[in-house]
């Protein structure tokens, strides 16, 4: 038989103290992996300005801007060249890192038609990421004259210590939320499973659409608790009938 909309929330209702319980103990199992287990780990980022090889009074061609977008690829490998990063591990000790850790959490990128170099470092400190990435940006400015015998980079911007950002490997709030949806998307569907495979007539609605015939009376499910006890039957006799009555 099939059941309405209307049919599986009286179904969620009489149930929803199981669902209530099952995602109140999946929540509280995510918040304490999370807090225990799980290391967050953030993002800092230094921008770099790459400025034009030509005057601005000068006229621009297409040969000049091709120059300056393959300049703009050529600084990027610069960055994450090993006699940028291992000048800049050598001069700071104390950022504790080999340069293959170092190459694992660095992204060097650049947004197209623009002069901007983006460069971002993953971290479970936040800031010792900030300060590596400042630090690498200005490893490259120092360089960049006496590889490419020019002088036109400088930092556009980067990520303020002081304001930490949230971490990118999801925080405590939106593990909650996910755990709090996912718990209660499973427990609903586990019981409408168990309550689909369970053949028992339980109203008179199920019983009329199997038996095929109309239901005439039903009986109350009777709890122990308020039962009335046996009594012993009297029967007396009127006229020439006997009757039985029962308390």
Sequence with gaps: MEKSILDYFVLIRKKLWMIALFVLLSCLTTFYVSKTFVEPVYKANTQVLVSSTFKSEEAIDL???????NLIESYKEIIKSDH????????HPEFGMTQKELLKNLKVSSTDKTQIIKIELEDHSYEKA???????ADTFISEVPSLMNMNNVKILSSSDV???PLPVNSSVVINLALSFILS???AIGVFFFFENIND???SEKEAEHIVGLPVLSSIGTIKKGKAAK??????REVGEKAYVTAK
């Design 63 to 69: 040969n000049d801007v091709s120059m300056n977008l």
């Design 84 to 91: 940028t990063i291992q000048m800049m591990l050598q001069s």
């Design 130 to 136: 900030v300060v590596i990435t400042k630090t690498l």
């Design 162 to 164: 002081a304001v930490k």
């Design 184 to 186: 209660a998307m499973a």
């Design 200 to 202: 028992t007539i339980r």
């Design 230 to 235: 046996p009594s012993r039957a009297r029967s």
